[in-house]
């Protein structure tokens, strides 16, 4: 069955790079993606990676993806304080591609 | 290029009552999904819909229900509302499932 966890929170320093990470149990998975969710507004899509890739990048963002353990990272290189917000992890399993299962969600906090 | 429209921004009802969401998605998108986004929960899928035919769901109760219309535009109905039916409801629309999924700024609903 699918499932997707994320650790709750993250602090980082303004500048510094931060690193989200997610784990998710399907194997026949195809799609994983980010999403980030400001305070009042819906999800914005920020990248995703089919599951035969192993790595993805886009501009300040970097996408890593380890298929033996199951394991995907979001690398944010340069953190601004704009990018205080949640980010979600997400998968979308085999036919069911219109189906996403979301992580709870990584609370990331830039401090100036 | 329009993103995915949601109306009514804002919702409150009470107990007993139905109440009718709308999602417009992006033009040329004929996939619409649909999520429930609560503190306790996180984000859960509902349904989702492809050329007005629903082609998953979610593990909610019946009381949760949708419709897709011939011009992509989608609706969901909950009715006999409770106040565990206090959320955020998210659409998504995509070209085709599988692909990049675009969220609307979302419904909050209160149930009083």
């Known amino acids: 069955g699918e499932d997707v966890e994320q650790s709750l929170f993250l602090s980082v320093r303004e500048g510094d790079s931060s690193v989200i990470n997610c784990t998710y149990t399907?194997?026949?998975?195809?799609?994983l993606y980010w999403y980030k969710q400001e305070p009042g507004a819906g999800l914005q899509l920020l990248t995703y990676?089919?599951?035969?890739?192993d790595m993805k990048q886009d501009q300040r963002l970097t996408v890593l993806l380890n298929k033996k353990d199951k394991h995907l990272s979001l690398r944010i290189a340069d953190t601004q304080t704009g990018d205080s917000a949640i980010y979600f992890c997400a998968e979308s399993v085999g036919t069911s591609y219109g189906k996403l299962t979301f992580g709870q969600g990584t609370i990331l906090t830039v401090h100036p | 290029k329009a993103g995915v429209t949601q109306t009514p921004r804002y919702l409150i009802k009470t107990r007993g009552q139905q109440v009718t969401l709308s999602c417009s998605p992006i033009?040329?998108?004929?996939?619409v999904s649909w999520y429930q986004q609560t503190p306790g929960q996180g984000l859960q899928f509902l349904f989702e819909?492809?050329?007005?035919?629903?082609?998953n769901k979610g593990n909610f109760p019946g009381r949760f229900s949708g419709r897709q219309f011939s011009n992509s535009r989608s609706e969901m109905n909950v009715s006999t509302l409770e106040l565990g039916d206090s959320a955020l409801y998210l659409c998504?629309?995509?070209?085709?499932?599988?692909?990049?999924?675009?969220f609307g700024q979302g419904t909050r609903l209160t149930v009083v």
């Open positions: 990676i089919f599951s035969n890739m």
């Open positions: 819909y492809f050329s007005e035919t629903q082609r």
């Open positions: 998504a629309s995509r070209r085709n499932p599988g692909l990049e999924a675009f």
């Open positions: 033009s040329g998108h004929r996939s």
């Open positions: 399907d194997s026949s998975s195809t799609y």
